[in-house]
């Protein structure tokens, strides 16, 4: 009995011939076109004849492509119905990754909203500062922080930031007024090796000298670091979109006024074979509806830069 040519192989091949493009099944298979051609290249090796007819950038079945196309695509729906069956369940259960920030600062506070629209979906929020494998740690759809060039995944931006060291009243009275950013960097800072420290100085033009010292309390998030800023234990670098109801009531400030994008975004993130499945559509289309309302509501950019 002859053995199996290599499944990776078999896979490319499948979605190739259903589809009949390259760029299609890259698309799908989130692999490059390259990727597919060379798997498909590797079984036509295998099997010793070509499946493909290649013109340019289209490409066309063979007659032995098409003998064995059916074949192959019917095992593959079989193989999906029973994968299918196994998860029926998973349908109902939404699945999101984001970062601890993300999550206690927004989400947690926003996400009944989705519920109400979508009962028939149970909501599980991971929340961890560590990227995701999508397949890996079964998540359908996160909100990630970065610039949106994540290799393999589909990525629409939802807004950019906007990074500002924020303090209590108080602790500003204390040791204020502070007259720039140059002598702020000469005071204790929450978290002072923070990159959006180094991000938000260098974008103030202020020069830090590496061996200096950096004094004050080192904290690993986002969230530790606002609720220390906000016991008035000392200025903390954040993303003012997630603190705006703590600086509209007044507990929070801004020791040194400024207007500093940082240099990633937040977006929302998926594997491109999910853009339509149904409950990964309707976050999609829910959070972005959510964060285009939030930046009309603030048509100046103070909290969300354009």
Request: proline letters at 6%; hydrophobic letters at 50%.
């Amino acid at each position: 009995m002859m053995s199996l040519p290599p499944l990776a192989a078999v896979r490319v091949f499948e979605a190739a011939a259903r589809l009949e493009n390259f760029t299609a099944a890259a698309q799908e298979l989130g692999m490059t076109q390259a990727a597919v051609s060379y798997q498909v290249k590797l079984l036509e090796d295998r099997l010793g004849l070509s499946l493909f007819q290649r013109a340019g950038r289209k490409v066309a079945l063979t007659e032995k492509g098409r003998e064995l196309a059916p074949v192959i695509i019917r095992a593959f729906d079989q193989m999906r119905q029973g994968f299918a069956a196994l998860t029926q369940d998973h349908s109902a259960v939404l699945t999101i990754s984001c970062t601890n920030s993300f999550a206690h600062l927004w989400l947690a506070t926003h996400i009944g909203a989705f519920q109400m629209r979508h009962p028939d979906l149970a909501v599980r929020i991971h929340a961890a500062d560590s990227l995701v494998d999508f397949a890996r740690d079964a998540i359908d759809v996160a909100v990630r922080g970065g610039r949106g060039n994540w290799p393999g995944l589909d990525a629409q931006l939802l807004t950019h930031n906007r990074l500002a060291p924020l303090c209590s009243p108080d602790w500003l009275k204390r040791h204020g007024p502070i007259a720039d950013a140059a002598t702020l960097h000469a005071l204790p800072r929450l978290s002072p090796d923070d990159m959006w420290w180094h991000e938000w100085f260098a974008a103030m033009k202020v020069e830090v000298d590496g061996e200096v010292p950096m004094r004050g309390i080192a904290l690993d998030s986002q969230v530790m670091e606002g609720r220390a800023a906000l016991a008035g234990q000392g200025v903390a670098i954040v993303n003012l979109f997630l603190w705006k109801a703590e600086v509209e009531a007044g507990l929070l400030v801004e020791a040194v006024p400024s207007y500093v994008r940082e240099q990633g975004s937040y977006w929302v993130v998926y594997p491109p074979r999910s853009r339509n499945i149904p409950k990964v559509k309707a976050f999609r289309d829910w959070i972005s509806a959510e964060f285009a309302a939030e930046i009309a509501a603030d048509p100046e950019g103070r909290f969300l830069p354009r």
